[in-house]
């Protein structure tokens, strides 16, 4: 009789392996801490802005840190409100929108439209038939916009507005800042004048 034939040999199976490291230490992309990112991001000092629409139900109107141009030709901005922000989604639903760019004594403003009062428009002196959205009188300048686009930003809706009419101030009252957790003012006594024509800004 033939010699039985060898039993196959048992199979084996490769560990469990790490997944690979960074050799500087650097986390994985998307792994970055939120805390850690917000306190960087705290250093970032930003305007604060109150962003108004008119809708059939009334006016809205919320507090913004993230607004900011993106283009000259056309001219165009945008901000960024909370994915799930029902006055962000009543601003696209309207199709247009006001910024109202808050001056350095509008601390109370900001505040109003950054929570959930009810009547957020009682404070402050608002022009509720401005076009395009309630207008705050004593802000540092005025942007009427129509909605261009918006989409999802992470756990952001941007939305782009096409400017129709932009308005600045007179007078040289400074303008309301965000940094570090707190609102702050510019310090006219430190400030220091930069030429800045020769700045090539969009084009290095």
Do not use: K
Not at 84 to 112: K, P, T, Y
Not at 156 to 172: I, K, N, Q, S, Y
Not at 174 to 203: E, I, K, M, Y
Request: proline share 12%.
């Amino acid at each position: 009789m033939p010699a039985p034939a060898p039993a196959p040999a048992p199979a084996t199976m490769n560990p469990p392996t790490d997944p690979p490291t960074d050799p500087l230490g650097d986390p994985p992309a998307g792994q970055v801490d939120p805390a850690a990112f917000r306190h960087v991001l705290g250093h970032v000092p930003t305007s604060v802005c109150v962003v108004t629409t008119t809708t059939a139900r009334g006016p809205v109107g919320v507090t913004v840190g993230s607004f900011t141009s993106v283009s000259l030709d056309p001219p165009l901005v945008v901000f960024y409100g909370g994915l799930r922000s029902a006055s962000a989604r009543a601003i696209v639903d309207a199709g247009r929108f006001r910024v109202n760019v808050l001056a350095e004594d509008q601390h109370e403003v900001c505040a109003a439209f950054a929570g959930r009062a009810a009547d957020r428009f009682g404070t402050g002196t608002w022009d509720l038939a401005a076009p395009a959205g309630p207008r705050l009188d004593g802000a540092l300048a005025w942007l009427e916009c129509d909605v261009e686009d918006s989409y999802p930003a992470g756990d952001h809706l941007a939305v782009v507005g096409r400017v129709r009419h932009p308005e600045a101030a007179d007078g040289r009252r400074g303008p309301l800042v965000f940094q570090r957790g707190r609102l702050s003012r510019l310090d006219p006594a430190t400030a220091r004048h930069t030429p800045t024509h020769p700045f090539d800004w969009w084009g290095i």
